[in-house]
Nanobody, 115 residues
Framework: QVQLVESGGGLVQPGGSLRLSCAASGFSLSTYHITWYRQAPGKQREWVAFISLEGPTNYPDSTRGRFAISRDNAKNTVFLQMNSLEPEDTAVYLC?????????WGQGTQVTVSS
């Protein structure tokens, strides 16, 4: 069964850190590009980090310098390290695995940044 499962979300104070995981089963993440997205209530889904299957990464201005995406192909898992979190980072975070012809989505994990 093909599945992507995110974990690691939770409640954190402003300025804190979290590390999210995106674990795959039923297929190999090493052959897919991975994008982390977030969806906040009343807002459009936005991408927050990207790692290509070859390894290069990219970030939008809103997360560059604070977020870091990495992959561990041996564990079939991609990570999102989030530092200096702000209340505006509150959202459901989802990972997407994609190729030119296929894509898979996880169900998301909630991140809440609040004092």
């Amino acid at each position: 069964q093909v599945q992507l499962v995110e974990s690691g979300g939770g409640l954190v104070q402003p300025g804190g850190s979290l590390r999210l995981s995106c674990a795959a089963s039923g297929f190999s993440l090493s052959t897919y590009h991975i994008t982390w997205y977030r969806q906040a209530p009343g807002k459009q889904r936005e991408w927050v980090a990207f790692i290509s299957l070859e390894g290069p990464t990219n970030y939008p201005d809103s997360t560059r310098g604070r977020f870091a995406i990495s992959r561990d192909n041996a564990k079939n898992t991609v990570f999102l390290q989030m530092n200096s979190l702000e209340p505006e980072d509150t959202a459901v975070y989802l990972c997407q695995a994609s190729t030119a012809t296929n894509e898979y989505w996880g169900q998301g994990t909630q991140v809440t940044v609040s004092s």
